[in-house]
């Protein structure tokens, strides 16, 4: 009877330590949430130890909430037995929708930091983001891994990481994506660079053939940051005005000629009907303005591949012109996803991003959204997808718009893009100019009150002129006049030493 009651003890261990996946925990060779090279990820060691934990996920662009609930799913089913945890993903997130989340306490783990509206380093400075570098050590090696050492000084603030930069364009050049039916039916060239004289009279061709069209529209209120090539050193409070060059001088955006030729450009275009009018106070995006032929085209950012992935948003073909060369800048790399300062396990939270990072079966849930539903895979060799049967640019629930994610360059190419297209965005990174501020990003923290008062200014003048709603003879001087009063001359100071310091560093 003993042995008996022995055995059946034993057989009760056994299957314990079956169920909880082992009795000496996971294998010592695999990594938590490292990649394989199919693409799967190994099983953490805390996976099952404890209920799982939700990771919520903001993200921009538009998704409606059945698509993300379906994405949240299909993730979940993945990550539950990886690293113990569920998703949440909340797409539509605006800046201010973000910054509520951040002040509020409410529940967060992970977000797309708006770069070109937030800098890192005021995040920082209000303890919004969590610094990453024990965790990115432990719990994401082949993220910290896969990221060059100049890419992570991009976000790194007070010798902090504090963000994952994003795999994706790391440079832009500068110009003008249009109708490319309409834009070869008036003759216009767009196979070299031009001026702002230039577009000016290809413009006036799309009006007189299209009276009733803008060939200018807004996105959504304001307008892509104007075409010029500017170092914004973080946060357009002190830039370096034409990264081109190798001047490290640090002046007022808001002075230099650059910005008053824009907007006396883009004012002239309002009052002639070539730019949409009340452009600050619109609701739509530009893809949509152009997708409907309401508008003909708008400033932009370029890249390699740019063409393809603008025609899927917009529905309609697009051709791009240059009016500025390529470059590369901090705000370009740092764009970055990161740990919201109010998540209540950022180890969790990294662990997460890591499978984002890494993973491409995760990648493209977030990315592409649901096979079937969203896209279907028409080559399965090269990996190249289409949205699927029933579905397109105009009528999809599920924004494509991969450079927002931490590593679109592991996802599936769409068909229109060249096979290759990854292989030559790299390519376009490494052969932009870079800024020789390029690395340094500004610690605000000695002038937080200078730049929030400064900011409120620029939010009072900033859309209207760069839209063509204010004359910016009249508006321009004025929104300078108020920004010395804010202590823009005070930031700027602050930013040249740290600049100069940093320079001397290197």
């Known amino acids: 009877m003993k042995m008996k009651k022995l055995l059946a003890a034993l057989l009760i261990a056994v ?42 996920v903001y993200a921009p662009y538009d998704a409606t909430t059945d698509e993300c609930k379906a994405v949240s799913e299909k993730v979940s089913e993945i990550t539950r037995d990886l690293i113990n945890c569920n998703v949440e993903l909340v797409r539509g997130v605006t800046k201010d929708q973000l910054n509520l989340a951040l002040t509020s306490g409410e529940k967060l783990d992970l977000f797309y930091a708006f770069p ?14 969590v610094a990453m570098d024990d965790l990115l050590t432990k719990y994401a090696p082949e993220t910290k891994e896969n990221i060059s050492e100049d890419d992570w000084a991009c976000v790194t603030v007070n010798g902090g990481i504090y963000g994952v930069p994003m795999n994706k364009d790391k440079a832009q050049a500068r110009g003008f994506e249009m109708n490319k039916k309409i834009a070869d039916e008036v003759g216009i060239d767009y196979s070299k660079p031009i001026t702002y004289a230039e577009l000016e009279a290809d413009l006036k061709k799309v009006k007189e053939a299209y009276p009733d069209m803008y060939p200018v529209v807004p996105n959504g209120g304001s307008m892509n940051f104007p075409t010029w090539s500017c170092d914004v050193l973080g946060d357009s409070l002190g830039v370096l005005e034409n990264c081109l060059n190798d001047s490290t001088e640090v002046v007022n955006l808001f002075d230099t000629d650059s910005f008053k030729e824009y907007c006396s450009y883009i004012y002239k275009w309002a009052q002639e009907g070539l730019m949409m009018p009340d452009g600050a106070n619109t609701d739509e995006s530009y893809a949509t303005y152009i997708g409907s032929e309401v508008g003909f085209g708008t400033f932009t950012p370029l ?27 901090t705000s370009m790399v740092n764009a ?24 491409p079966e995760i990648a493209n849930l977030f990315i592409n959204g649901i096979e079937g539903d969203n896209y279907k895979i028409i080559d399965n ?13 105009s009528t999809t629930n599920y924004s494509v718009v991969g450079w927002a994610w931490p590593n679109e ?17 790299s390519e376009f990174n490494a052969s932009a100019h870079a800024s020789p501020a390029k690395g340094f990003v500004f610690n605000n923290e ?45 930031i700027i100071t602050e930013k040249q030493a740290q600049l100069d ?3 001397a560093g290197k």
């Open 336 to 359: 970055c996803w990161c740990i919201a300062g109010n998540s209540e396990k950022p180890e969790k939270a990294m662990e997460m991003l890591n499978l984002m990072y890494t993973n």
């Open 116 to 129: 070109w509206e937030v800098s890192l380093s005021s995040m920082v400075a209000s303890n919004e983001v």
């Open 381 to 393: 060799d090269k990996k190249i997808i289409d949205y699927a049967d029933g579905v397109d640019s």
């Open 409 to 425: 360059q592991i996802t599936y190419v769409w068909n229109g893009d060249e096979p290759d297209v990854w292989k030559k965005l």
């Open 303 to 329: 890249k390699a591949g740019f063409e393809a992935e603008e025609t899927r948003k917009c529905g309609v073909d697009i051709a791009t012109v240059q009016l500025f060369d390529a470059h590369s800048t």
């Open 501 to 503: 310091a940093w320079l």
């Open 15 to 56: 299957m314990t330590c079956s169920l909880l996946g082992g009795c000496g925990g996971a294998d010592k060779n695999t990594s938590k949430g490292s990649s394989t090279s199919e693409g799967n990820t190994a099983k953490t060691d805390s996976a099952d130890s404890e209920e799982p934990y939700t990771v919520t």
């Open 446 to 490: 000695k002038v937080l009150n200078e730049v929030t008062a400064c900011n409120n200014v620029i939010d009072k003048y900033e859309k209207g002129l760069i839209t063509g709603c204010l004359n910016p003879e009249e508006a321009i001087p004025k929104m300078n006049e108020e920004l010395k009063s804010a202590g823009i001359d005070t």
